[in-house]
T-cell receptor, first 114, second 113 residues
Framework: NAGVMQNPRHLVRRRGQEARLRCSPM?????VYWYRQLPEEGLKFMVY????????ESGMPKERFSAEFPKEGPSILRIQQVVRGDSAAYFC????????????FGSGTRLTVV | SQQGEEDPQALSIQEGENATMNCSYK?????LQWYRQNSGRGLVHLIL?????REKHSGRLRVTLDTSKKSSSLLITASRAADTASYFC?????????????FGQGTRLTINP
């Protein structure tokens, strides 16, 4: 079991470009969470998705950010027209069922906007 | 202060000593979890304590939870250099079937050999 796989591990984008972050949950997990960690801070919840559904996106900025979890393939966190303030580590976690007590985290994608 | 706020922000001790980190929170919770994060890495789940539990052990880890004070502590006994990392508490609330974790800012623990 490969665990939660995130790619790329590191991503550098110029201001105004788009960033696409991918998360493949653990086998058998159909619930995905995205968190963002700014430097020297804790993680902040962004969005919770089930297959083909966004359940809770209360932590996601209203503009430029979107997330999806299609029936086939990984979950994608997309950031359009990136700005320097988007530089952060983005973590994905998955669980096999809703409300599961322990979520498994991936190693994260570190986005740097230059 | 934020939900799941850790204290102290940084802690430096000698190998073999015990390390205690505290966490305070504000709202009601389903459970509270502690995670470790090595520099530049992902999070490793350490221990979960449910809201109706007061103490839990796992190896060299001991976690307490006081829901009346809305606080938790993580004790690492007989610390080792490999314990050097950031430690985060996270309060969990289940809303709409989702377990949303609210993390504190973390305690940076340094174990000096």
């Amino acid at each position: 079991n490969a665990g939660v796989m995130q790619n790329p591990r590191h991503l550098v984008r110029r201001r105004g470009q788009e960033a696409r972050l991918r998360c493949s949950p653990m086998k058998g997990h159909s619930h995905v969470y995205w968190y963002r960690q700014l430097p020297e801070e804790g993680l902040k919840f962004m969005v919770y998705l089930q297959k083909e559904n966004i359940i809770d996106e209360s932590g996601m900025p209203k503009e430029r950010f979107s997330a999806e979890f299609p029936k086939e393939g990984p979950s994608i966190l997309r950031i359009q027209q990136v700005v320097r303030g988007d530089s952060a580590a983005y973590f994905c976690a998955s669980s096999p069922r809703p409300g599961d007590r322990v979520n498994t985290f991936g190693s994260g994608t570190r986005l740097t906007v230059v | 202060s934020q939900q799941g706020e850790e204290d102290p922000q940084a802690l430096s001790i000698q190998e073999g000593e015990n390390a205690t980190m505290n966490c305070s929170y504000k709202t009601s919770i389903n459970n509270l979890q502690w995670y470790r994060q090595n520099s530049g890495r992902g999070l490793v789940h350490l221990i979960l304590i449910r809201s109706n539990e007061r103490e839990k052990h796992s190896g060299r880890l001991r976690v307490t939870l006081d829901t009346s004070k809305k606080s938790s502590s993580l004790l690492i006994t007989a610390s080792r250099a490999a314990d050097t990392a950031s430690y985060f508490c996270a309060t969990a609330s289940v809303i709409q079937g989702a377990q949303k974790l609210v993390f504190g800012q973390g305690t940076r623990l340094t174990i000096n050999p």
